[in-house]
């Protein structure tokens, strides 16, 4: 699949995808307020997928990440793109934020290398003072409460 760069007219269709998947303009992580439409992206084929990052060198992190059509390997492509693209540029680990209740996302980045770098309980009672939009229950039913970090180092 092609990953590029995102470009000046991906900008509208990003901040729509961005807008009904993560319910905002922005995400908060880590205490940290992040507007995931001002970051760089990954854009995936006919734009079937994005994935935004921060870069804070030695380390950057997936901020968001989205396949429009799950299950057909856009993610794994976007998070390769990326991983390739940062190692090129000297950054030596790569690192995405989830909450407790994403299982799905705890599979997928155990498969592709990532490991528990941090648990921070009760973090996202904290961003919810940032976001009160934030879901206090989440997938399968789960109450979200809790930020799981992961790692990936970068060759």
Not at 53 to 62: H, N
Not at 110 to 136: C, H, M, T, W, Y
Request: net charge positive; hydrophobic share 40%; glycine share 8%.
């Amino acid at each position: 699949m092609n990953v590029r760069k995102k470009t000046a007219a991906d900008q509208p269709w990003i901040e729509e995808t961005l807008e009904r998947f993560w319910g905002g303009r922005i995400v908060v992580a880590h205490g940290e307020v992040f507007e995931p439409a001002s970051l760089p992206a990954l854009i995936a084929g006919e734009r079937q997928g994005i994935l935004t990052y921060s870069l804070d060198p030695p380390a950057a992190e997936i901020v968001t990440i989205n396949s429009l059509e799950p299950r057909r390997g856009i993610g794994t492509a976007l998070v390769e793109a990326l991983a390739a693209e940062l190692a090129a540029q000297g950054v030596r680990e790569l690192r995405v934020c989830t909450t407790n209740d994403n299982l799905d996302t705890l599979r997928f980045y155990q498969r592709r290398g990532f490991r528990l770098a941090a648990l921070r309980p009760g973090a996202v009672e904290q961003a919810r003072l940032l976001k009160a939009s934030i879901p206090r229950v989440g997938n399968f039913g789960i109450p979200r409460h809790d930020e799981l970090e992961r790692a990936r180092p970068l060759p």
